[in-house]
């Protein structure tokens, strides 16, 4: 039975910067912008009781934390504007960014013992204010901190993704804990610098990118479902047993990637000779010569894609599936970064291929449940639910713990409801039935590929 609970929501208010700061005008970079980063991430943290903190109210110091905050990252208290050809640039005007104060009639205990997405009533915990969806003209920062009986609380986070990317999210979450915690300034100062990813002129894109390849896609209305899968190191081994030898070390991703991508393509209704596309996050940071300033807290990745067809997809072992994979994140260099950039301003800043895609986000290095405020490291800390924005083939690898204290991966995914039910058939089978939702305990064992 699903969880419900009340919540006692304040007024939204804004916060600004704490003192006064720069009133300007800052372009985005021609990464930031593109059409499939113009939506908002939500964002979740949960956090027990901590007896230290007896006394504080959780809401009045990460509210002053974060108006102390927005001095230093003082372009997440301004607005997006849109110039000529689509552009994005941000009016840093100190305007602020949305804060939620919360009471919930529940304590920590009354929620599942696996705290993974999708979160029960979250709609609650982070309030949707009516208007703030939007890209443009509207604040770019969304906060609700709320209070649980028992002197735990929740924060939710919602954020334009043109203006950060998932190392951006963990460097500003981090200084903000920072300030919570009593410094003065961050350890890490942010850094502007979008030029540095701006379209060369004349622009040339020199690379291919086939995560931007126009296909036409047949829309259809389905109820989507949202549920998250473990992978510990029982699940990570019986994907390894997969493998022939020379692929035996071959990493974590590149198994817990390929094992999704089959069982997602297995379960939709694709024919075995559409091409069905896997996209990989790459942060491109230190594919750069010299590197990204330390502190750039803008969008720095790509997304390339391998492609293949759904039939040579499934039919083949899967130490296919992991090599494309392996091969394609390596394709990220300085200049595919300049090409994308380059592509963007000559082709309208136009959206990844959405037809048959999957795209896979790694936000293990972030460590998001090490975000401290004051009250110790987070239960859970990341995102909310699969998809991105509209686009549902979006999932990420969230460190987690499951219900028998392992330690491992929790991956949040989203599909048609006729789909979810092929999709977790197939997915057992590939790792063995060790999962922790263990539907299948009398099924076959054979080893899937």
Known sequence: MALKFKVRRCQPELVGPAIPTPHELKLL???????????????????????????????????KALSQTLVFYYPLAGRLREGPGRKLMVECNGEGVIFIEADADITFHHFPHSLQPPFPSFHELLYDVPGSQEILDTPILLVQVTRLKCGGFILGVRLNHTMMDGAGVAQFMNAWTEMARGATKPSIQPVWCRELLLARDPPRITCNHREYDQLH?????????????????????????????????????????????????????????????????????????????????????????????????????????????????????????????????????????????????????????????????????????????????????????????????????????????????????????????????????????
């Not at 037809?355 to 460590?367: N, P, T, V, W």
């Open 217 to 449: 896609e047949t829309s259809t209305t389905h109820q989507m479902l949202h549920r998250s899968f473990f992978f510990g190191p029982t699940q990570i081994a019986a994907l390894r047993r997969l493998l022939p030898n020379h692929l035996h070390q071959c990493t974590t991703f590149d198994l817990i990637t390929a094992c999704l991508w089959i069982c997602r393509t297995k379960a939709l209704p694709i024919e075995p000779h559409e091409d069905v596309r896997m996209m990989c996050i790459v942060n491109a940071r230190a594919r750069f010569n010299p590197p990204l300033p330390v502190g750039y807290y803008g969008n720095a990745f790509a997304y390339p894609a391998a492609v293949t067809t759904a039939g040579k997809l499934c039919g083949n072992p899967f130490g296919y599936a992991v090599e494309l994979i392996s091969k394609v994140k390596g394709e990220v260099t300085e200049e595919y970064m300049h090409s994308v950039a380059d592509l963007m301003v000559t082709k309208g800043r136009c959206l990844f291929t959405t037809a048959r895609s999957f795209i896979i986000s790694d936000l293990r290095h972030f460590k998001l449940r090490e975000i401290d405020f004051g009250w110790g490291k987070a239960v859970y800390g990341g995102v909310a639910k699969g998809g991105a924005g509209p686009f549902p083939g979006a999932t990420y690898i969230i460190p987690h713990k499951n219900v028998k204290g392992e330690e491992g991966f929790v991956l949040p995914i989203c599909l048609p409801a006729n789909a979810m039910e092929m999709f977790e058939e197939d997915f057992h089978k590939m790792v063995g039935h060790q999962n922790d939702f263990g539907r299948y305990e009398n099924g076959n064992t054979k080893p899937y590929i």
């Open 29 to 63: 970079s021609d990464i930031d912008d593109q059409d499939g980063l113009r939506f908002h991430i939500p964002l979740t943290f949960i956090y027990r009781k901590e007896a230290s903190m007896d006394g504080k109210d959780p809401v009045e110091v990460i509210r």
